[in-house]
């Protein structure tokens, strides 16, 4: 079993740490279900782009956000983060990802109009990356972790509309991404403070 550095906070109550318990809890099955919606929102994101958007062997992965922090971390570098940290990133990640998933269904409202299911999905999506982030800043508060201070969400560069399905493709992708780091997060958590 991997050695998680950081600690649970001393200073809890039995009453905090039931109800940060709980919190990560509900985190932990809301993750689990965006993971698959997001999932559905990549095919059906790739379906509408035209090609060679969903031919593997024509496009390359996209490319990382410099935008956003990167979900992708050293094992060491991960397994050294304190819990505060893993919360902060998670929040400051879902705080930009609210933004770009809804200036991507703008872009879509333009690029594929008659797109309704695909539409709704990064409309949905959207509101559920601030739902999650709600979440995760409920979880900080419990624990008594300071807020980050988020600047406001860059603009995503895309002149073009190729440029601009490129880009949807990787914020669409990163969303997926950093589902995937918030359920390792929140596994960490749950080890921390269990029910």
């Given amino acids: 079993m991997e050695v998680l550095t950081g600690s649970r906070p001393t200073r809890l109550s039995s009453a905090q740490s ?37 031919q593997p062997d024509l496009l390359p992965e996209p490319k990382k956000l410099t935008e956003l922090p990167s979900p992708d971390l050293s094992k060491d570098v991960w397994l ?21 998933l809804s200036e ?41 972790f300071p807020m980050p201070l988020v600047p406001p969400s860059p603009a995503l560069d895309a002149s073009t509309a190729f440029r601009k399905k490129l880009k949807g493709w990787s914020v669409c992708q ?3 991404d950093w589902l995937h780091r918030t359920q390792r997060d929140i596994t960490v958590l749950m080890q921390r403070y269990p029910l």
């Fill in 18 to 54: 039931k109800e940060a318990a709980k919190k990560i809890e509900q985190i932990s099955k809301q993750v689990l279900m965006l993971i698959n919606n997001s999932q559905e929102l990549l095919q059906k994101y790739l379906k509408y782009q035209g090609s060679p958007f969903g």
């Fill in 80 to 100: 050294s983060l304190s819990d505060s940290e893993r919360l902060r990133q998670n929040y400051v990640a879902y705080t930009f990802l609210t933004d770009f």
């Fill in 174 to 176: 990163q969303y997926q």
């Fill in 104 to 144: 991507v269904k703008s872009w879509q409202e333009d690029l594929n109009p008659n797109a309704s299911d695909l539409l709704e999905l990064l409309e949905k999506s959207a509101k559920q990356a601030l739902g999650l982030r709600s979440n995760v800043a409920s979880v900080m508060k419990i624990l008594s």
